[in-house]
């Protein structure tokens, strides 16, 4: 048995090694391209298509060996095609006979697929109280924490139960009407 988990944890360090060459050769498809001659591309090109073939070889050998396995082969996979399409890409805009070089910018753009988040609009404050107060009980250097800011909201509402005793009196008077009415004895019609 023991013989069986030495056999996996070599496997399992081969896998590692061989997932970090993928991660090098995406991280330099996304940055050093432009910079590259076409003889070099090749040279990485294939060799990310043989680290990918050793990496597919090693997952099936563990799956056999451990069942369990817990490797999340479809992120290494969307990284194998993502960089094999900027080497392509690139390839052949050098193949075309282009005296323009792409730029680093250009096959980033081209290669990684970004999601763009939608613009937020985060209104001011409608007073001109609150917005003054929060102005001046905060740093204006530092971000405020989630504890600084739940003190102000707790802080404000005080101030604002204190600034409206109208409305608060309105509000106890219904509450003692209301155990008022619960507390009287319901008078009962005989007919």
Do not use: W
Request: overall charge negative.
């Amino acid at each position: 048995m023991s013989e069986t988990s030495d056999i996996v944890k070599q496997k399992n360090i081969k896998r590692g090694y061989i997932k970090a060459t993928l991660t090098r050769l995406a991280t330099f498809s996304k940055q050093n391209l432009s910079s590259c001659s076409k003889d070099e591309l090749l040279v990485k090109k294939q060799r990310l298509t043989e680290a990918f073939s050793e990496y597919e070889e090693l997952n099936q050998d563990l799956l056999y060996l451990n069942p369990n396995d817990d490797e999340n082969i479809v992120l290494v996979e969307e990284t194998y095609y993502q960089t094999l399409t900027c080497f392509n890409q690139t390839l052949t805009t050098l193949n075309s006979g282009n005296l323009q070089e792409p730029t680093a910018y250009n096959t980033t753009a081209q290669c990684s697929k970004r999601t763009k988040l939608p613009a937020i609009n985060i209104g001011s404050f409608n007073d001109g109280y609150t917005a003054r107060a929060y102005q001046l009980e905060r740093n204006q250097d530092a971000d405020p924490a989630v504890e600084e800011f739940l003190k102000y909201l707790e802080r404000r509402a005080l101030a604002l139960e204190s600034a409206e005793p109208s409305q608060n009196a309105q509000h106890t008077s219904m509450d003692n009407r209301a155990s008022t009415t619960k507390s009287r004895p319901r008078l009962q019609h005989t007919s």
